[in-house]
């Protein structure tokens, strides 16, 4: 069956444009997290999302927003994007959440702000 | 806060051999779940194998398997005939059962390099 797919896989924007990521789960799975990944701070949560209702928010800036649809696919939005927000974006996929059984990763999106 | 730590930013191993990775992490909890991720140049996170704190037995999947040791707080990593595809970042993860909504805590990870 598919994995998790997000795209796009890379993306080039100018500091104070905003932009959206896409994630779309695994068939079947209805919770999705999203995560940012930079060198310095490593992996870190944004927000998971459950039957389009966040559940859960990490310790990010209100510039960081998501939302998921009745499909279980989910978007982040990053408004006015500073250089900082330069960061591989991972998204993941469960049945429900976690449920200690992990979650699937999709490949991410390469985000380079210029 | 629970917190991982990864002592080991980078490791090498000769293919077929044996290496372990390191991971400590921090929690004031009883139950929760311990993960190895690996993160190939393709990007995607793999989970490796994962670990339930109420269990005592260490958990194996083929080549990995894992020294859980509670109380220490320590959750290594062996991989045993080390192959070229072992090549990634890998990441230990913590995650403690919230009734849905968990957040998978990461350490800094570790760089595993496989020599031919």
């Known amino acids: 069956k598919a994995g998790v797919t997000q795209t796009p896989r890379y993306l080039i924007k100018t500091r104070g444009q905003q932009v959206t990521l896409s994630c779309s789960p695994i068939?079947?799975?209805?919770?999705v997290s999203w995560y940012q990944q930079t060198p310095g701070q490593g992996l870190q949560f944004l927000f998971e999302?459950?039957?389009?209702?966040?559940?859960n928010k990490g310790n990010f800036p209100g510039r960081f927003s998501g939302r998921q649809f009745s499909n279980s696919r989910s978007e982040m939005n990053v408004s006015t994007l500073e250089l900082g927000d330069s960061a591989l974006y991972l998204c993941?996929?469960?049945f429900g959440g976690g449920e200690g059984y992990g979650y699937t990763f999709g490949s991410g999106t390469r985000l380079t702000v210029v | 806060a629970q917190t991982v730590t990864q002592s080991q930013p980078e490791m090498s191993v000769q293919e077929a051999e044996t290496v372990t990775l390191s991971c400590t992490y921090d929690?004031?909890?009883?139950?929760?779940?311990l993960f190895w991720y690996k993160q190939p140049p393709s990007r995607q996170m793999i989970l490796v194998i994962r670990?339930?704190?109420?269990?005592?037995q260490n958990a194996t999947e083929n080549r990995f398997s894992v020294n859980f040791q509670k109380a220490a707080k320590s959750f290594s990593l062996k991989i045993s005939d080390s192959q070229l595809g072992d090549t990634a970042m890998y990441f230990c993860?913590?995650?403690?059962?919230?009734?849905?909504?968990?957040?998978?805590?990461f350490g800094k990870g570790t760089k595993l390099t496989v020599n031919p």
């Open positions: 993941a996929s469960s």
């Open positions: 068939s079947g799975h209805r919770s």
């Open positions: 999302y459950f039957s389009e209702t966040q559940r």
């Open positions: 929690t004031s909890e009883n139950n929760y779940y």
């Open positions: 670990q339930e704190a109420y269990k005592q």
């Open positions: 993860a913590f995650m403690k059962p919230q009734g849905g909504s968990e957040k998978l805590v």
